[in-house]
C-alpha cells in the first residue's frame, strides 16, 4: 500500500487518498530532559518510531498510511522551573488536537492514529480522541508508543530521561546525549496504591530527571527502538481492519 509523508504531498494526491488512508500523527514535546539528553527527545522519539513503523508495515497494511508532521510541543508546563522548556497549556493543546481533526475531516480523512511521546500529553490526547470522534465524522485512536515496550527488566519505561529515553536517543543519535555523571540514587516521590498523585514538589525533588541516565547504551536502545516500532508496526495492520 502506499505510504506518503503529508507536508511532501500535494492537495490532489492528499484529497485522493486521505478517504481511505490511515493518518499518523507523532506527537511530543520540546521541554528539559536533565543535564544530558536534547529538549527535542519526546517528539522525536515519537517521530522516529512513527517513521520506522510505517516503512515496515505500508506493504502488509490494506489502507495507505499518510505521516503527518510531528507536533513538536506539548503540555510541559511541569518543567519550566527547569528552563529549556517550550510548553502548550492542557487547554491549548487539547485544542490544537481538535483543530487538526477538524481539519482532517475537511479534507475528507476519515482515520486518525495520535502516538504519544510524552507523558504529560496522554490525558489530554486521549480526551482530544473521543471529543474529536464524537465531534467529527472520524475515527481517532491514541496510544503511548513506550507501552509497547517489552523485556526491559526493572528499567522504567519511559521514565524522564533514564535509561530508557537516553538508550532510545543514543540508538538514534549520540550528539544528542551529553556526558552522564554517576548518579546517587534519587529520591523516591511519595506514592499512593493504585493512585496517581500530582505533586508540584516531585519534580524538584529528583532535579528533573529519573533512574540512572548512565547505564544506558546505544546497543541495547537500538534492540528497545526496533521492538518499538515492529509492535507498532503492527498494530497499524490490525488498527487498519479496525477503523
Not at 62 to 86: E, K
Request: proline share 6%; aromatic share 6%.
Amino acid at each position: 500500500m502506499t505510504l506518503l509523508r503529508w507536508h511532501h504531498s500535494n492537495r490532489a494526491v492528499l484529497t485522493e487518498t486521505l478517504p481511505e488512508a490511515i493518518v499518523l500523527l507523532p506527537i511530543g514535546a520540546t521541554e528539559q530532559h536533565g543535564p544530558h539528553l536534547a529538549t527535542g527527545t519526546d517528539w522525536m522519539l515519537a517521530q522516529a518510531v512513527t517513521e520506522q513503523a510505517a516503512t515496515l508495515a505500508h506493504e502488509r497494511v490494506s489502507r495507505p498510511l499518510v505521516l503527518a508532521p510531528a507536533l513538536p510541543y506539548g503540555a510541559s508546563d511541569h518543567h519550566l522551573p527547569f528552563g529549556g522548556t517550550l510548553s502548550l497549556s492542557p487547554e491549548t493543546l487539547l485544542g490544537l488536537l481538535l483543530d487538526l481533526t477538524r481539519s482532517l475531516a475537511a479534507c475528507g480523512g476519515k482515520r486518525l492514529v495520535i502516538v504519544n511521546g510524552h507523558g504529560g500529553n496522554v490525558g489530554i490526547c486521549a480526551t482530544a480522541a473521543s471529543a474529536a470522534a464524537n465531534r467529527y465524522a472520524v475515527s481517532v485512536a491514541h496510544l503511548d508508543y513506550w507501552r509497547l515496550a517489552r523485556d526491559l527488566g526493572d528499567t522504567p519505561a519511559p521514565g524522564h530521561a533514564g535509561v530508557f529515553e537516553t538508550a532510545l536517543m543514543l540508538a538514534q543519535d549520540e550528539s544528542f546525549v551529553a556526558d552522564r555523571a554517576p548518579r546517587q540514587e534519587p529520591p523516591a516521590n511519595p506514592a499512593v496504591d493504585d493512585v496517581t498523585l500530582h505533586d508540584a514538589d516531585s519534580w524538584r525533588r529528583i532535579d528533573g530527571y529519573t533512574d540512572h541516565p548512565e547505564h544506558a547504551d546505544a546497543a541495547t536502545g537500538r534492540v528497545w527502538f526496533d521492538q518499538l516500532a515492529t509492535a507498532l508496526g503492527d498494530r497499524l495492520i490490525t488498527l487498519a481492519e479496525a477503523l
